[in-house]
């Protein structure tokens, strides 16, 4: 009865949907700080856009040190994406992982993306402690962006208020 019940709970975690929303890929092209490309073994593309966090868009100050910083970590290298869901322009949201690192979390870290906090209710309670902790950290050693006077948030950016 015991090895029933185990086997069948081994079933359903190795059917389990969760295993579903992992994307394995070499990337092979990043975009911002923000969007990456993954190829995956089968060939097909995959735009990726980082979960839980938002980059200064390319016009804005440290916009392009943040592509930069985002193809040093991660262009050409396999990763792994823990996908959330699908935007409404067809990127897949996800945690970029690679060799056991949290990309995304190394872009706040870095002090070159804010945690966006109006999709922090789609991040573990862990991540969100995580993510918040690193961008309270950055400003207050004024890394990266937070070297500016008054940094301009993506989000205000992108609806004109520069």
Known sequence: MVRRLILVLLCALVTSPVWADILIG???AVADGDT???LDGSRTQHKIRLAGIDTPERKQPFGQRAKEKLSDLV???TVEVEIDKVDRYGRS???VVIDGR???LAMVTAGLAWHY???QTEQSASDRRLYSRAEDDA???RLGLWREPEPIAPWDWRR???
């Open 160 to 162: 004109g208020e520069r």
């Open 139 to 141: 400003r207050a050693g």
């Open 26 to 28: 070499k990337v092979v």
């Open 102 to 104: 949290d990309a995304n």
């Open 75 to 77: 262009f050409g290298k």
């Open 93 to 95: 949201i996800g945690k």
């Open 36 to 38: 990456i490309t993954v």
């Open 117 to 119: 906090k109006k999709y």
